[in-house]
Every structure is written in C-alpha cells, then in structure tokens.
C-alpha cells in the first residue's frame, strides 16, 4: 500500500490500507497460529467513529493481547448493503475462523442463520439476541448509560427543556429514549423531554433541522442517538456557538466519546457521550473464546457493572464534578438495585408514574 | 465482416473489457496487483458453490428492477422510482407471507402477486398523472420513493408489529427459498426467485414482440401524436407500461422479501436495488435478454466485488468505478463502433 | 405564527441552498439539450473535494477555506463532468446512460480515493465549516430582519443570487440566447453559425461547476464530513426541482425553496401547535406528497426544451 | 459552384453539377425529390462539405467551411425545414449568433428596431416582438428571409419555399423576391411548381438523380420542356379524370362547432356532404379550420356540438379507433408527427390502424409472416422505394414515406377518404401518382374528402370544392364554373353573391 499512515489517528486503529503483505503473511509464528477471530460489519465500517470501530478496537486490543493482527488472527469485513451481512458472515466461516462476530443487530437473522448451518463455528451477536448453542448475543443495556447522560443532562439544563433525537424508530433507540428521560425526570420531573425522530441513520441534513428546531424552541441539551443523522445535531450546535459564544447549548454524543465532533474554536459543545464498550466486550468474548471457555447460548448484558456502558468525562470544562458526582450517585443506585432502568415505552410510564 | 447484429453483440463485449482494463490500470495506479484483484472478484463470485449462488441470488432482483426500468424505457418513460416499487413490493410480500395461511401452491403465487400489485400500484400514481395531466414521471417517481421507504416503516413498526425492527418471518408455504437450493450451494441463500425472474424476462419479450399491446407500447413510446392517430389510447398505454414496469419491481421486492431475507426489516435508507436497476437496464439496451445478461455481470460483480478487500486487499469500491467506466463505454457505444469501422477499413 | 416562521424560515433556507445550486447547474445543461441525471454525482464529487481539500488545507488557509474549498470543488466537479459533456456531446452517448455512470462514478471514486487517503470509510470532520451569520443592516430590519437576515448561512443567498444571476445570463445575454437556441433546435443555432458542441460543453461544464458547489456546500453545512452517504438523494431532488421549476432558474429556485419549507415543516411540525395531532408518517411524507399535490393540482405540464437529450449530428435531418 | 461531387454512406448525392448564378437573378433549381438539390445548396451553404468540385464567389475560389464563412460571403439560406426556435420571438431568431450588445446584454431595443426597419425596406411586415410559435407560416418563412438579410447576405437561397404556402402567401413571397432582386441580391430557388419556375425565374437549372443535366433560360422554354427534362420522361399534367357519378351520401356534418387547444371556436357551425363516388376539395387558407375540421372527423378532437354522419350513423366523438372502424381512412398533414411511427420498421408502419385485426393478430399475438407480406404487396403495388420492408420508416425519402401512408390508407377500402395535404413537398411524378390514385378511389365508389392550400391540386383534382373561411363553408363551386382568382377572393373572406346564387 502507499504510504498514508500520517491518518492513523486513534491509539487502537490498525493502518487499515496495509494490505498488500497480509497475503504472504499467513503463517504466523505466533502462540494462538490457529485461532481466528472475525467480524462483519454493518454497513457503517469499521471506521465508523461509533460501535464498528469500537467492535474493530476490541477486536485488535485482544489481537495484541495473544500476538495477532489484521490478516493473521483477526480480520474483518464490511458490507455495502444489508443483502451482504450473510455472504460476509461465510465468508469467514468458509476461511475457518473460529469465532466470527456479526457486529450490529441489523446482522442478527443472518447470524441466526449462518450459526445454525455451520455449528463447528463460534458466533456472536453485537447488540441483539440470537439462539443457538455456537451463538453469544452480546447486548448492553443502553438505558442505563442513556439514564446516567440524561441525570447529566438535567442538571446542565438551565431552560429545563432537553431533546432527544433517534435515527429510526425501534427497539433498540428506545432503549436510549426511555433510559434517557427517565434519567432526566428522575433528577427533576418538572424537566421537559421533547424527542423526535429523522427516520434514518444517515440523514445529517434531517439533522440539523431537527437540531434546529429544537434549540429554537428552547431546548438547551440534545441528546442523540442517530449515526451520521447526529452530524447534523452537532453541525446546528456548533453553528449556534459560533454565532454565540456564550449561547448555551449543548450535544451528547452516543457510543463512543464523540468530543472529537463537538469541538469549535477553544470550546466543546459535546457535553458528555453514552459510551457503549463495544470493545471490552468484543475484547473479552474472544478472550473466552480463545480460552475455551466460551458462552454459547448465553446472553450476555453488558451493563455498568460490566463497564459495557458509561459516560464520557473528556469535557471536563462542561461536565463538572457536580455533575459527575450526581451521575456518580446514580450510578450506584442503579448498581445497587435501588433504580430499574426502564427501556421501553410502557417501562417509562410505570417508572415516572412511580416517581 | 461487421454486421449490424456483429456490431450490437461487440459493442457491448468491448466496453465490459475496456471498463475492466480501465479499472486494472487504476489499480496498478494505487498499488494494487490487478490479476489478484480481478481473480479474487471472480473467486469471490463462482470460487465455489456458495458464491456461485449468491453471486445468482444477488442477479435475481437486478433482472426484475432492470426488467422494471426497461419496459418503461420502451414505452418512452424514465421509471426512477423502481426503488420505491421494490419497497412496496417487499412489504406487500412479507404482509401475505406473513399474515396468511394457505397451501404453498396458493400461498407464494398470492404473495407474489401483491407484490407486483403493490408496485403497480406505485407505478399506477406516476402512469396516472402522466396520462392525464403532463406531469412528468420523473418527478413523481422520486417523490413516490421516499413516502415508499417512510410509509413501510411506519407500516412495519405500527401495522405488521408492535414497534418492532423486522417483520416476522414469512411461512414455508409462502417462501421461496428452498433447502435443496440452499445445501445444493453450501448454504448460500440461493432461492426459486431466478426462475420468477427469467420467467418475467420472457414475459417481457413476449409481450412487447409478439403482442398487439406490445405493438402499441411501443409505438407509444415512440410517437405518441401517430399512436393516437392510429387509434391507439396513449393514456391507457402509459399508465399501463408504468403499472408492468411497476409490477416487476415490485416482484424483485418479493425476491428479497420471500427469498433472499424471508422477512422485511425497517430501512433506514434506499436498497439500491431499484436504482441499480437502471444501469442494468441501460447496459442491457433496454430489451429482456440483454437485461438478464446486464444483471448477471451486475450481480457477479457486485458479489465477487465483496472479496477483493480479503482476497487482495482491494477496496470493494474499486468495482462501482468499474461498473460507472463500463455503463460510460456503452453509452459511448457510437465512438466504439467508429473505431470498429475505422479498424476495418484498415483491415481491407 | 411568527414564532413559526422563525423556526422555518432558517431551516428551509439551509436545507434548500445546496438543492438550489445544483439544480440551477440542471438548468444550463438541459437548457442546453443534454440531460443531466448525473447531478447526483456531481453533488457526490462536490461534497468530496470540498471536504478533502478543507481537511488538507485548513492550516494554510484559515478562514478562508471554506470558501476556497467550495471553489476547488466547483473546479474539479466541472472537470469531472467533462466526462459527461465527452459522452454525450461528441461521442453521441445516450445522455441518461452517460448521466447513470457518473452517479457511479463520482461515489465509487469518491469511497475508494478515501479510503486510499484515509484508511477508511468516512473522512473526519472538518474544523472549518460554514456558519451562519446576521446579515449586516438588514438584519436589524423589524420583523423581516430576524425573519430572513439574521443567523441565516451566506450561501444560502448566494444560491438565491445565483439563480437570478443564472436567469439574468440565460435570457439577457447573447450567450444564454445562444445556449437556449441550442437546446430548442441545434440545427437551427448551427445554421445561424454558433458551434453546437461548444455550446453544449460549456453548459454540462457549467452544471458541474455549480454541482460541485452544490454539493460541497452541502457538506460544507450540514454534513461536515464525507462519507458514502453524505449525498444521498439530493442530487435527484434537485433534478426534480429542475423539472419543477419548468426548466427556469428561478422555476427551479422555487421548487427547491419549495422543498426547504415543506422539509422544514415536517421537522418542526411536532411542536406548531396546528400540527401537532397530525399523526407523525404524515408529517414525515408530507413533503414529498405536497409536491405531488403541488404539480397534480396546479403547476401541471411543463415543456422540456425541445432537442433535449437528443445528440446533435451535423448535417443529419 | 463547379463540378461538385458529394457522397452520403452507399449514395452519391451530388455528381459533376455546375452552377452559375448571376447577380441579381432568380435562378431556379429544379429536380425529382432525392435528386440532391437540397444537398447542393447545404453544400454552398456549408453544412455539407463536397468530396470535389470547387466554389467560386465573385470569381474568386472560397472553401465554405461552415455557416459562418458563407454568411461572411454573403450566403444565406432559408431551409426546406425552417429553422426557427419556435419559443423564441422573431426579433430573437433574427440575431441569434450576432447579437447586438451592450454592456454584454443583448440591446433587445435596438434589435427590434432594426428588425422593423429591415422588415419595412423588404416590405416584409413582420412583428419583432411575436414569438414564432404564435405566427403563421408564411411569417416564419419571412423571418427566415429576414434572418438571411440581416446578415448581410447577397445571394439568397430559397429551398421550397412555397411548398407550405396559401397561394396568398406565395403571391406575396414573389413580390418579395422581385423587390429583393431589385435591390441586387440574387436568388437560389428550389421549387418542385413549374408555373412558379416560369413566372419568376430567369434561368432554370436541372438535376436529376445527383447529376447536372442542364442550365436553361426560362425565356425559352415551356412548362412541358422543364418537366420531361427533369424526370428524363414525358409527363401529363392534367390529371386525366372522367366526370363524377356522386351516390349516396357518405360524410354529413351538421352545424358542427370546435373549439381548438386554447380553447377558441375554429370550426363555427359548419354543415358539409360528402358523397360516394366524389371528390370534395376544401380550399382555404391555413388556420380557417381546416386542422380543427379534420381532428373532429377522424375522433382526434371532442367536438363542442353539432353532429358527424357516416353513412347515415352518428360518429360524432367517437374515439379514433372506432371512426376508423367505421370505415375512415386519413392521410394526415404532418406526416412525420402523425402518419409514420419513424422508429418502426417500414412494414410495421403497415399496419398502423390494423394490427389487432386479423389475419395480422390472433388473440392479441401478432403474425409478423402476415404483416410482412401485406407490407411487402402494398410496397410492391404503390412502388413506395425503400432497400427492404425491415428499413426503419425513418430512412425513407418524404415522397416515399408519403406513398407508404396513402398505400396504407387506401388500401382498408374506407368509405371515406380524408386526404390532408397529400402531395405537400412531394414532386411531380409522385404527385402525378397521388392524384391518379385518389381518383380511382373515388370512382370505386368512395368519398374523398381533400383538403389543400394548392389551388391548383383542388382545382384538378376535385369534383366540387367548398370554400373554408372562418370556420365556415362560405361557397360551394364547381371546378369547371370557376377559376383561381375567384377562389382566391372566395378563400379570403369575400362573400361574393355567387355564394347566394348557388
Ligand atoms: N444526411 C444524409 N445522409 C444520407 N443520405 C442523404 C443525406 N441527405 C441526403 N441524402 C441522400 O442524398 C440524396 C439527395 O437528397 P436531397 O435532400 O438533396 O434531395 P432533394 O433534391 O432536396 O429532394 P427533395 O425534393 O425531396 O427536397 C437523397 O437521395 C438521399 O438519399
Ligand atoms: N438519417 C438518415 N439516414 C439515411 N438517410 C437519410 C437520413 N436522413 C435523411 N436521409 C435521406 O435523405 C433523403 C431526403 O430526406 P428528406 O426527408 O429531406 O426527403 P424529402 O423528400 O425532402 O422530404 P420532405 O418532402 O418531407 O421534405 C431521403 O431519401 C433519405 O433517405
Ligand atoms: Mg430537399
Ligand atoms: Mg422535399
């Protein structure tokens, strides 16, 4: 490949356009030669600033925990679109991985699938839950991450009105809405949630309207859960500050620490990120895997006890230590057992009801 | 030497290899080794069983859209909204599939006719409007894709479940996909689609060639004044042509709804397989058989395109330009056959 | 009902900047008779270059990049869509199959060069995106200054400046007469001795150029990075805007002006207290159904210029 | 212009023809369609460039590369198919390519201007400010001559132009053409009308198939001479016809009103008959209802009221599917848009009206071995030249094309025939064979219904004329008890008490 690894800015990404000597580099002489560990990707890839990229972090940080890398040991793939989830996932299998990780619950039927035809394989499902003895559904409880950054959200709140916005409407992004306003009521009930939806992942022009409107309308924090249709939330954010240095809004950023968007100038709009460590969990699946000792069959729910969600502290200007001692405490309340996170629509009616 | 029918067969012989050495060169341009690169496209498309029936599922809905976007063609209207046609398509499959029990022998032919019904019905908005106000299709069709990709959504989360992502999945009896198909290609999801879609092919040729309502298709589609003088409804043959063109998307809908997935999941984007549909179309000179051979270099390439990234290290992107450079030729078809003429006379 | 037009007006003028851009380059290449559905892709390459050279040269240039980035996309854009004017001009292509291949082209070398360049999928973000600003005097105007001049992007006026220029050029100009008289009837506009082809060139190169501005002030505003689907669909709203507005720059300003308010109000439709019942999918759909109404019920049949999308072959009748 | 040779692909347009024309002249052009003369001139003009020959202006050897040069030679051309931008003003096809300026805008103002003084020298009389699509015919073609003018131009070529004129209309365009001569330009002038050869022209010159034949002075030559000389032949042109044997009524139209696209009443109440056995010529100047008449007929118009008889049943509003059926034929005025699918292979253009029928279909499938033969016998009996039945309808010459439609429609045996304009731009032995044909028809006990803007065709052809003016029949006259001049008058709205006496 030619050389263009001045890009190579994140600590755990490999230089993914090293490719031309991975063909003559199977035979490694490293202790795990003959583990294999891949993943297919949604069609965000695996530099996708969010869960893929994650997914690919965790997969490398345990590559270097056991002497492997890109081509030898791990790999991945990424699909163009969603008919590709399925060849991709044979693919590996066909090159006799042992562990392949379908990274995303658009891919879950495919896993499904694939796993029951090829049961002399290991899978595993990111973000959704697939049956079967080879098969590891490896989900995280969102609400509980999307609760804490909403605790956060309330108290940075001064027009106590925040916003929520979801790509597509689902199961899984209500997840994120219900734990993110039952955070926000929990802190103060009399705190206005408006969350609206742009009906895609990749829509930052739906974006920025919605962004638009919403800080037009008084909210001051938007949270977001929305891919690429979030660079529309953070472009409207930063435009405000821009025009405004003193205007007070603010974005929180969802799976991975999204500070990075949020910066403008000397300041950050991004207040705090819900971070999904798709990466600890990817990491320490294989680690199972490679270890013999791999859950087949089981869900796994990576929580805050796991470490699986948490809050980004990277904007220390914005997210006080008031702030994250609240956070803090709630954290522990939930840990404790004293909170129920609620993650759907009717959850969320019977826990602000209760409040 | 040269033939008409020479002519029509090497054009589009020589602009696929034109495109196809244009995209070695800029592969050798960045580095790459373009034989590993075009071996592991063609390993990863018939390598084995498996990706031999992929690479075949991949072509089945390309044969429909393309199909779709032809006979639109013929009848001298630009269908864009294949896409949207395909979305309904795949609903209205998976809703029958779903929702109904009946003996496979009532219950795919049903699912299937709703899908084409449903992308008729898509197809029917723009024939209509076309026939009775001017208004152009192509407007209409773009617009159409969008309520297409919202309105399943909504109608996925709210009607067919309660506000979940995907469908259920389709019951055997409405499925087209088939265990023998399957283990015959080491599980590749190879499915009963393709024959749909040949069967569709041959429809096609056999109404627009060899039927009166084909006759007048096509003459609408090229004189609209003389069809009307010669007693033809132009109306009537629009909304007719838009309502088949439709039908066949949305037949490629029920290929990925009762074949490829067997379920619908909300999408959050296009699925391409209707704007696809236009190369293909376009590439196959807008008729049957060139269509179905436009799909299969469409699909083999797509597929084997996913296998140049492990195979080779190649980034699968390398085939849309590919794919762009050989659409190009054959638009340029007129420069290649002066070339042709030019060789020739040479060769005398 | 101020308070909504407030909310609107911003969101539809940014929303429909890049839309308007793009379709006025429609505009020249099928007033000129070679039909573009291309445009997609020139947004496509557009919102590239605007985004690669604003990443490579924000530290050189400071302020000034993104203006210089629009330009360079402008540029580059335009030559990228010589390759159409090529095809469809001299080498007599069908003008949809040439405009098909540079929507391919334009995203499959747009994916593959960054990735090649950065090592992935998606570039960064840049640093030096455009910002809305008040614009001055105008802005302290009551009622319409907060209403149209205040926090509103400069591009957005200047696509709205574009078009009248655009339509000042078309139907003033000696070169727009002659461009027009190419798409109507080459033959005649050869016989009068003005060159069809260069004709032609010039206006497909024209669409590039404000394509590419299209799209890079897309990118520049409101996607802030490229990616495979940074453009996905605008380019053909803004084809659909060019039909919409008759094949007339200002027509196909307003269509896409148009789009804008009918987005705008399906976004901030949930909180205008007369829509707020309207259950959500229609809100959704609604801009794409108004349009359908809008042409169904009153703007109806539009004539396309007359040899558009027919190549022109000397001396043949 | 010397010795020019120009090929096409497979034909040789041009051969050894010479051309000498002298300042301030009208020298004819003349010769069968496809003879090359429209070929000649695009060469002069530059459209075209010869495979030989040489081009000399004011003796001195030119190489007219394009449009361009010729204008700067003082060449300019007013093409067979005009060529006017129909969505622009007269004004602005006028200046196209040399536009007046000022501060890089068009001077609109002072364009007009000098299009009304130039159109006032010529005695032209157009509107500057009129976009072509809303004026008439013969306005266009004063346009075209105007746009030649305006650059300048000292020789002038006229190709056909009167083949889409009212006799009005032509009498006008020669006194246009006298005073331009006067004024020292010269003149090229293509017609296929030998009366106009000999009534204007000074020296005629001859091609036939490609080649130069002759250069005669008209002076000394005769209408007879001309036409033996071009075809190679000799020709008749009386057409040889017995008296009519009218029968039963065929076509009654009763106070029959039409409103046209805009919405205006074109046809205003209008009664005709027409019955089997004759030949009714409708005379009158284009734009008096004639296209709004025949649409209604055919079904390809709604009628506003009054009624459509066809053998005594009611068709009024039919659609055009069951006028045909009813035993219609039509041979449309504008050939290309309505008669001919051009994409179509010739032998499929056939079958038009009647490809659902049998024996050319059976349960919706069509026999293409029946359509082909029909095709083939049709070709064969009406000598239509085209290399196979397979060619595209598009390749075939005007006159060609023309033949393969009247084949077509006359061979259904309609009750009726509506022949519009049938001989338009055809040349004389086509024309010959066109007239002949529809006068079979008519003594085969069919009803022709001819509408022309050629006095002459109506006047030999038809067996009765009505007279159209204002969307109404104004007179009804017997060929023999007339002559041009009164119709002429009759067409231009002069009820004469002749109307009364009838
Ligand atoms: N563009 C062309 N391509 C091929 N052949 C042509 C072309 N133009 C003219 N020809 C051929 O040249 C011959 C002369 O055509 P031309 O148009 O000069 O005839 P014409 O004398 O003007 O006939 P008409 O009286 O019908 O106008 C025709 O027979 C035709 O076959
Ligand atoms: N694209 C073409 N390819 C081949 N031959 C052509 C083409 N265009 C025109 N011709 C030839 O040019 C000749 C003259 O055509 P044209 O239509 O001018 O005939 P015409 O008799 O002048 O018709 P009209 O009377 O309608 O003006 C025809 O014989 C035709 O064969
Ligand atoms: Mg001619
Ligand atoms: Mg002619």
New binding site residues.
């Given amino acids: 490949a030619c050389g263009t690894d001045e890009e190579d800015t994140t600590e755990g990404t490999e230089d993914t356009t090293d490719t031309t000597d991975t063909e003559e580099g199977t035979d490694t002489e490293t202790e795990a030669a003959d583990f294999k560990a891949g993943m297919v990707t949604d069609i965000g890839g695996v530099d996708d600033k969010s869960f893929n990229q994650s997914a690919w972090e965790g997969l490398v940080a345990f590559g270097e925990d056991n002497g492997l890398s890109k081509g030898s040991g791990i790999d991945y793939v990424q699909s163009a679109n969603d008919a590709d989830y399925l060849p991709n996932l044979n693919r590996l299998v066909q090159q006799d991985y042992n562990l392949v990780f379908g990274i995303g619950y658009l891919l879950a039927e495919a896993v499904s699938e694939v796993a029951g035809q090829n049961p002399d394989t290991n899978f595993a499902i990111v973000d959704s839950v697939v049956e079967g003895d080879n098969v590891a559904s490896i989900t995280f409880q969102e609400h509980q991450g999307s609760f804490l950054v909403g605790v956060a959200a309330a108290l940075k709140t001064e027009s106590n009105k925040v916003g929520f916005v979801g790509g597509v409407e689902g199961d899984l992004i209500k997840k994120f809405e219900a734990g993110f306003e039952a955070g926000v009521k929990s802190v103060d009930p009399s705190i206005e949630v408006v969350s609206q939806y742009a009906d895609s992942f990749g829509a930052p022009d739906k974006g920025k309207a919605i962004a638009a409107s919403m800080y037009n309308s008084g909210v001051d924090v938007i949270y977001h859960a929305s891919g690429g249709t979030g660079n529309g939330v953070f472009a409207q954010a930063k435009d405000i500050k821009n025009a405004d240095p003193d205007a007070y809004v603010w974005v929180i950023g969802v799976d991975r620490d999204q500070h990075e968007e949020g910066v403008i100038g000397d300041t950050n709009v991004t207040l705090t990120s819900m971070v999904k460590r798709v990466d600890i969990a990817v990491q320490s699946v294989s680690q199972q895997a490679l270890d013999g000792e791999f859950p087949g069959g089981e869900v796994l729910a990576f929580g805050i006890a796991e470490d699986g969600v948490g809050v980004a502290q990277t904007n220390e200007e914005a997210y006080t230590a008031e702030i994250n001692d609240a956070v803090e405490e709630w954290k522990q309340k939930i840990l404790g057992g004293e909170v129920e996170v609620p993650a759907t629509d009717d959850e969320l009616a019977a826990y602000l009801e209760s409040l | 030497m040269f033939s008409n029918r020479m002519f029509n067969i090497l054009v589009p012989i020589i602009s696929v290899v034109l495109g196809l050495i244009a995209g070695a060169i800029i592969m050798l341009g960045f580095g790459y080794n373009p034989f590993q690169g075009y071996l592991a496209l063609i390993d990863g498309a018939f390598g084995n069983a498996y990706f031999f029936g992929e690479t075949i599922r991949q072509v089945t809905p390309y044969i429909l859209t393309g199909l779709a976007v032809a006979f639109a063609f013929r009848a001298g209207l630009f269908n864009i909204g294949a896409e949207g046609q395909v979305i309904v398509g795949w609903l209205a499959a998976v809703w029958i599939g779903t929702t109904i029990e009946a003996p496979m022998i009532v219950h795919l032919p049903l699912a299937l006719f709703a899908a084409a019904l449903a992308g008729g019905m898509w197809g029917f908005v723009p024939g209509l409007l076309k026939a009775k106000l001017g208004v152009h299709e192509v407007i209409i069709t773009i617009m159409m894709n969008y309520i297409a990709l919202y309105l399943t959504n909504h109608l996925i989360r709210n009607v067919l479940t309660d506000t979940k992502d995907t469908t259920d999945r389709v019951v055997e009896s409405a499925a087209l996909s088939s265990e023998w198909l399957m283990t015959l290609t080491s599980y590749s999801r190879l499915h009963w689609g393709i024959l749909v879609a040949l069967v569709a092919a041959v429809f096609m040729w056999f109404l627009l060639e060899k039927t009166t309502a084909g006759y007048e298709l096509r003459s609408v589609g090229y004189n609209r004044h003389a069809s009307e003088y010669a007693g033809m409804k132009v109306g009537k043959n629009i909304i007719l042509a838009m309502v088949i063109s439709g039908g066949f998307a949305g037949l490629a809908g029920a290929m990925e709804g009762l074949g490829t997935f067997g379920y619908m999941p909300t999408h959050s984007a296009f699925t391409n397989i209707g704007f696809d549909g236009i190369a293909v179309a376009l590439l196959g000179g807008n008729a049957a058989l060139g269509t179905v051979i436009a799909a299969f270099l469409f699909g083999t390439l797509k597929i084997g395109a996913l296998n140049m990234p492990t195979g080779a290290g190649v980034p699968a992107e390398l085939v849309e330009i590919v794919i762009a450079l050989i659409i190009f030729f054959v638009a340029s078809s007129y420069i290649i056959r002066w070339a042709l003429l030019r060789l020739k006379k040479e060769g005398k | 009902m101020l308070d909504v037009l407030q909310s609107i007006i911003p969101i539809a003028l940014f929303y429909s900047a890049p839309l308007i851009f793009t379709a006025l380059g429609g505009v020249f290449s099928e007033r000129s008779g070679v039909v573009n559905i291309g445009l997609e892709g020139l947004m496509v390459m557009g919102a590239f270059v605007g985004i690669v050279f604003n990443l490579a040269f924000v530290d050189v240039l400071g302020a000034a990049t993104p203006w210089v980035s629009v330009l360079v996309a402008m540029v580059v854009s335009a030559v990228f869509s010589s390759i159409h004017a090529v095809a469809s001009v001299s080498f007599r292509a069908d003008q949809v199959v040439s405009g098909v291949a540079i929507n391919f082209l334009a995203l499959g070398l747009g994916v593959f060069l960054t990735k090649q360049w950065y090592g992935k999928g998606q570039t960064d973000m840049v640093s030096r995106p455009f910002y809305s600003t008040d614009i001055p005097f105008l802005a302290d105007i009551p009622i319409i200054g907060p209403l149209l001049f205040q926090k509103i992007y400069l591009t957005s006026y200047i696509a709205i400046i574009a078009a009248i220029v655009a339509w000042y050029v078309l139907y003033k100009t000696p070169f727009g007469l002659r461009l027009r008289s190419v798409g109507e009837h080459p033959m005649a506009a050869d016989t009068n001795g003005i060159n069809v082809y260069t004709m032609r060139y010039i206006a497909v190169i024209i669409s590039g150029a404000l394509g590419g501005l299209g799209g890079s002030v897309f990118a520049l505003t409101i996607a802030l990075n490229f990616s495979q689907s940074t453009i996905v669909g605008q380019g053909f709203m803004s084809l659909a805007a060019v039909i919409f507005g008759k094949w007339h720059p200002l027509g196909a300003m307003g269509a896409a002006l148009f789009f804008g308010f009918a987005q705008s109000l399906s976004v901030i439709g949930a909180g205008v207290p007369f829509l707020a019942d309207v259950p959500k999918i229609y809100l959704t759909i609604a801009p794409y159904l108004l349009t359908i109404l809008a042409l169904a019920g009153f703007i109806g049949r539009a004539e396309a210029p007359k040899a558009n999308g027919q190549p022109y072959i000397k ?3 | 212009m010397l010795d020019i040779r120009k090929e ?2 497979g ?1 040789v ?1 041009n051969d050894n023809i010479n051309l000498q024309v002298k300042k301030g002249e009208i020298h004819a052009l003349l ?10 001139m695009n060469v002069l003009f530059g459209l075209y460039q010869p495979e030989k020959g040489e081009i000399r202006v004011k003796g001195k050897k030119v190489k007219i590369t394009d449009p361009n040069v010729a204008n700067e030679l003082g060449i300019g051309m007013v093409h ?1 198919h005009f060529m006017l931008v129909d969505t622009f003003t007269v004004t602005q096809n006028i200046i196209l390519g040399s536009e007046p300026r000022r501060y890089g805008t068009i001077d609109i103002k002072k364009a007009e201007k000098d299009v009304s003084e130039l159109s006032d020298r010529y005695g032209l009389r157009v509107d500057p400010k009129a976009k072509i699509r809303d004026i008439s015919v013969g306005m266009q073609q004063r346009v075209e001559i105007l746009k030649t003018l305006y650059r300048g131009a000292d020789v002038l070529i006229l190709d ?1 132009p009167t083949a889409v004129l009212t006799p009005q209309e032509i009498k006008e365009l020669i006194g246009i053409m006298k005073s331009l001569v006067k004024q020292g330009i010269s003149i090229i002038l293509i017609t ?1 009308k030998l009366k106009e050869i000999m009534e204007v022209c000074d020296r005629c010159t001859v ?1 036939r198939k ?1 080649e130069g034949i002759d250069t005669v002075n008209v002076s000394e030559t005769n209408v007879d001479d001309l036409a033996s000389l071009m075809v190679g032949r000799e020709i008749s042109f009386t057409t040889e016809k017995t008296p009519a044997e009218p029968k039963q009524s065929v076509l009654n139209i009763h106070e029959l009103k039409v409103l046209d696209a805009r919405g205006v009443e074109m046809v205003k109440g209008l009664n005709l008959e027409v019955k089997a056995g004759e030949i009714v010529g409708i005379a009158g100047v284009d734009g008096n209802g004639q296209s709004e008449l025949i649409e209604a007929i055919t079904g390809l118009r709604k009628t506003e009221s009054g009624k459509v008889l066809l053998n005594d049943k009611e068709i009024t509003n039919l659609t055009p599917r069951k006028v045909t059926e009813a035993g219609v034929s039509h041979i449309p005025q504008d050939r290309h848009k309505f008669g001919l699918v051009l994409d179509f292979p010739i032998g499929e253009n056939m079958v038009l009206q009647t490809y659902y029928q049998k024996p050319y279909a059976k349960n919706g499938i069509l026999s293409f071995n029946k359509i082909y033969d029909h095709a083939k016998n049709l070709i064969k009996e009406y000598d239509v030249r085209t290399p196979n039945v397979f060619t595209k309808a598009r390749a075939l ?3 060609n094309q023309q033949k393969a439609i009247i084949a077509r429609e006359v061979d259904r045996s309609p009750d009726l025939i509506i022949a519009a304009q049938p001989t338009r ?1 055809l ?1 004389v032995g086509a024309i010959e064979f066109i007239h002949k044909k529809l006068i079979e028809e008519r003594d085969k006990g069919r009803a022709v219904l001819l509408i022309s803007f050629e006095l002459d065709e109506i006047m030999n052809v038809s067996d009765r004329i009505a007279v159209m003016f204002d969307g109404n029949i104004v007179a009804n006259v017997k060929p023999e008890e007339t002559n041009e001049q009164e119709l002429g008058l009759l067409m231009a709205g002069s009820r004469k008490e002749k109307v009364g006496g009838e």
């Fill in positions: 001396g043949s009748r | 096409f692909p034909i347009a010769g069968e369609n496809g003879a090359g003369k429209s070929t000649l067979q056909e296929h091609i490609g010459s005007g006159g731009g040349d």
